[in-house]
């Protein structure tokens, strides 16, 4: 899995990047899921769960998502968005 290395010795891993991957996409996903959780559910206890586990999921594979579309993006020649200290 190329897109989990991303040739460390050039590019580096940082850590940073990849905690602010996971929790923006948890984030992110928390707001589409809550009503659908509160929608199809029985209980509060059931919605409870089902945005737990969504949430642990997303933490858990945000930041190898990050990683993947810096890969993807890399593979077809888009170059990565300016940083905030850039601009």
């Known amino acids: ?4 290395t991303l040739n460390l010795s ?3 891993f940082s850590l940073k990047r990849f905690v602010v ?10 707001i589409p899921y809550t ?9 509060l206890e059931a919605v409870a769960l089902g945005l ?6 997303e933490i858990l594979f945000g930041g190898i998502y990050g990683r ?3 890969w993807f993006r890399k593979k077809f020649g888009i ?7 850039e601009v």
Do not use: H, R
Request: no cysteine.
């Open 10 to 12: 050039k590019q580096g």
């Open 35 to 43: 009503p659908v959780f509160l929608y199809t559910s029985k209980t």
């Open 21 to 30: 991957d996971a929790g923006a996409m948890a984030i992110f996903w928390i």
């Open 52 to 57: 737990g586990s969504s949430t642990i999921l």
């Open 68 to 70: 993947f579309l810096d």
């Open 79 to 85: 170059v990565p968005p300016k940083t905030i200290a």
């Open 1 to 4: 899995m190329d897109f989990l």
